[in-house]
């Protein structure tokens, strides 16, 4: 059990999650807020009439709050045997997922290709924006797979559990 100090800590910290992602990735507050919460909370399951409960909520804010993280593979539904109601919970490896798959990089770099091809023959004053971002998400999308065997190789020497190694 949390103490009131670290109660606050919590609360901040769900609460920053929100904003994070709503400033960041332009998605609900609320959905912030429920991830930020399934990732502190004990047990680390939960309801939605938990959820709504926990982070004073409506009903409806939680359903499409959970939704959108299911979809986006940030948590799973879990149903506890001989309950008749879904719970919630991260998912252990959807961060590493997230960030070290290639994708991230190769779709931008094939619609700015697209952008590229229409402008054609324009001049490169008006060419050097697109090529600008084609070249970092380049640099990026060459670099990720060094940085993910990097990341692998520094976790099995300290012993720490490997992120999901299959997911680039």
Do not use: K
Not at 60 to 84: F, W, Y
Not at 112 to 133: F, K, S, T, V
Request: glycine content about 6%; overall charge neutral.
């Amino acid at each position: 059990m949390l103490n009131q100090m670290d109660q606050v800590r919590v609360e901040r910290f769900v609460e920053e999650l929100g904003v994070l992602l709503e400033l960041e990735a332009g998605a609900p507050r609320m959905v912030g807020r429920v991830l930020g919460w399934l990732l502190v909370c004990d047990p680390p399951e939960q309801s939605a009439a938990e959820l709504a409960e926990r982070l004073q909520a409506s009903r409806g804010s939680i359903s499409t709050a959970t939704r959108l993280l299911l979809r986006m593979g940030m948590v799973e539904r879990v149903r506890a045997r001989g309950e008749r109601f879904d719970r919630f919970s991260a998912r252990p490896n959807a961060w590493d997922e997230i960030i070290w798959r290639r994708e991230q990089f190769t779709a931008p770099r094939r619609v700015l290709r697209m952008g590229l091809e229409a402008l054609g023959d324009e001049p490169p004053a008006r060419r050097e924006r697109l090529e600008e971002l084609d070249a970092l998400y380049a640099w990026w999308e060459q670099r990720i797979p060094e940085l993910h065997e990097e990341y692998l190789a520094e976790h099995r020497q300290s012993g720490r559990r490997p992120a999901a190694q299959g997911s680039r």
